[in-house]
């Protein structure tokens, strides 16, 4: 089976995903798999035979060039083959004594943004499971630096963009924080002189947007550390999605300010071309983090704390180093080809959104913004939508899903893949008129 189960991945990584793959429901699947777990168990074959047969049709293909929604993902052959050879090795990358070498591989990836955000070498961090977990965690240290600032105020209060990703609302639920959301402009983006109108001296972190998600934009980073010094707050970049555009260095200067911020996040698993599940929490200065995440216990008294631990920057201890196929594909193609295929997935939306002024009966309502557009059939129900993204969904034609901009449904694109064929996407949404 183990040959079996390599043939299947080697067919599955050089063929790419099947579009027409979807979700099923309970009364699907419960009858296929219900019966999967067993006194005696069902054997190797048969249980592959559920994943190939059924688990991964009744799944949604976001690494296909025609998901463009949410914000899909891109993984390159090269991140995918290597994440199953990552498996194989079984690697506990949770401290310096289990996985050195990983984590000296891993910290040459996080290097390399920190490096693009202008960050020297007190800069570090560690790669999470996911955006919503890295903004958790450097909101954490976020407060954890600022109470050991000033007094501690009867609620503590995080200031950010009311487009800000619904993460840091959670994270908020988690700390037992509040959260004072700024009015965005018509752009979607905070500036900074409405982030000061709605501070309060009980606010311990600015959230910038690196990329919202629902419209692209990105906030006035650099007057928000203005603001962020002035205040002695803790700039925070959420740029789970966008941040991805700074090794474009074109679009790197949207980022200025970034070389002021405390910590941010990004994704390799949205826009930087790494499998599932991966996020690079990075700290302009790691001490910071590793006051407020470590852990200690008697049974991890031998770990030596002289080394790079990378449970000490995050809320985790186990992990699997989970940032090694984002380093291997940039090890592999070059952060070049990295800095190409964003730039080429930029100039893709941009070619999408010409297309859509184009095209009679589409109105383009804004963007791109990085790689996101927002637009509306100027004649259509908000049913008719519904049931146009459904059936396009269904065929495989194109995953292109409503959501809500300023009130009214909208259709909204997010490019991440650089196979993303602009014409196709236009003849599709042509379509809608
Ligand atoms: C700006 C932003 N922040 C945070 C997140 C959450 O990331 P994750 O889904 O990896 O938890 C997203 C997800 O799309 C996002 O776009």
């Not at 941010?264 to 071309?273: A, C, E, G, R, T």
Request: aromatic content about 8%; hydrophobic content about 45%.
């Amino acid at each position: 089976m183990v040959t079996d189960i390599l043939t299947w991945t080697r067919t599955r990584i050089l063929g790419g995903q099947d579009p027409k793959h979807g979700a099923q429901s309970n009364a699907v699947l419960e009858p296929i798999l219900g019966g999967s777990i067993t006194p005696d168990g069902i054997g190797a074959e048969a249980a592959f035979g559920l994943f190939t047969d059924t688990i991964v049709p009744s799944t949604r293909p976001f690494g296909h060039p025609t998901s463009l929604s949410f914000v899909a993902s891109a993984p390159s052959q090269a991140s995918l083959s290597f994440d199953a050879a990552l498996g194989a090795a079984g690697i506990f990358a949770g401290n310096w004594d289990g996985g050195a070498g990983a984590i000296h591989a891993e910290n040459q990836a996080l290097d390399w943004l920190a490096e693009l955000a202008g960050w020297d070498a007190q800069a570090g961090g560690v790669f999470v499971a996911g955006g919503t977990l890295g903004n958790l965690c450097a909101l954490h240290a976020a407060r954890d630096w600022k109470s050991r600032r000033c007094a501690r105020p009867d609620r503590w209060a995080i200031l950010c963009s009311a487009e800000a990703h619904s993460s840091i609302e959670a994270a908020a639920s988690v700390m037992d924080v509040d959260v004072i959301p700024v009015a965005a402009d018509a752009t979607g983006r905070m500036n900074a002189q409405a982030a000061r109108d709605a501070w309060q001296p009980n606010v311990f972190a600015i959230v910038a947007n690196a990329g919202a998600t629902n419209s692209g934009a990105v906030d006035d980073i650099q007057g928000l550390a203005d603001l962020a010094e002035a205040r002695d707050l803790w700039l925070h970049l959420d740029g789970a999605y966008g941040l991805a555009a700074i090794a474009d260095p074109e679009t790197r200067p949207i980022f200025d300010g970034i070389d002021r911020a405390h910590s941010l996040i990004v994704d390799p698993h949205k826009w930087l071309f790494a499998p599932y599940d991966s996020c690079a929490l990075i700290y302009r200065n790691a001490a910071d983090a590793a006051n407020a995440h470590g852990q200690s216990a008697v049974y991890l008294d031998t770990v030596d704390k002289t080394h790079w631990n990378p449970s000490d920057y995050a809320l985790h201890l186990t992990r699997r180093a989970r940032g090694l196929p984002f380093w291997y594909s940039l090890a592999t193609h070059g952060t070049q080809a990295y800095g190409d295929a964003i730039a080429t997935t930029i100039s893709i939306a941009r070619d999408i959104a010409q297309g859509i002024e184009r095209i009679e009966g589409l109105d383009l309502l804004l963007g791109p913004q990085l790689s996101v557009v927002l637009f509306r059939p100027s004649h259509m129900s908000e049913d008719a939508m519904v049931r146009w993204a459904e059936e396009h969904r269904r065929s495989g034609a194109l995953l292109c899903l409503p959501t809500k901009w300023r009130g009214e449904m909208v259709f909204r694109l997010c490019i991440v893949n650089p196979e993303t064929d602009a014409k196709t996407v236009l003849e599709t949404l042509k379509t809608l008129t």
